[in-house]
């Protein structure tokens, strides 16, 4: 069981440059996340998607774009990377809650370290 | 934005020792989470707290939520090199869009020989 594969793990970009952020999870879970990490700042929430064809802005949306056409994978595009952008990139997945409220875990995947010079 | 601050940020203890992080914020969460992080990996959930003044503990990890479920805090006793890591808290608010979680800043624990 592969659990949240993300792909690549490093990637250097320009300036300007565009590039996508691959994720995949094989547990059949609806909701899937992208979070960035930086320095001493814990993660902050980019994109969500609630199931195929369904996604929503998180905290910081400016400078990417997702889609979710499979269940199973969560791109995430960087049109005109900017040196803002450079950042740990996670990708994270979770049961949905159930009726009764709660909170299911999130599992996440390794990471991208995107730097942007 | 809900903001949730952990202190300290930085810890250095030595083995045995015992340590608490807090987990601090204005807004009331429905839950919260609390995840380690090792360097180069993704967090991984060690527990989540629901009621407030719920205490759950996970071998020498005790974690507490508050009456007014708005902190946590995080006990390790007799810590070990083991328990190195970052520790994260996460605030879960239930909305639409399923559980968004608002993490903390993290507390990065080192535990020395």
Known sequence: NAGVTQTPKFRILKIGQSMTLQCTQDMNHNYMYWYRQDPGMGLKLIYYSVGAGI????????GYNVSRSTTEDFPLRLELAAPSQTSVYFCASSYSPGLAGGTYEQYFGPGTRLTVT | TQLLEQSPQFLSIQEGENLTVYCNSSSVFSSLQWYRQEPGEGP??????????????????????????????LHITAAQPGDTGLYLCAGAIRTGGGNKLTFGTGTQLKVEL
């Open chain 1, 55 to 62: 996604t929503d802005k998180g905290e910081v949306p400016n």
């Open chain 2, 44 to 73: 991984v959930l060690l527990v989540t707290v629901v009621t407030g003044g719920e205490v759950k503990k996970l071998k020498r990890l005790t974690f507490q939520f508050g009456d007014a479920r708005k902190d946590s805090s």
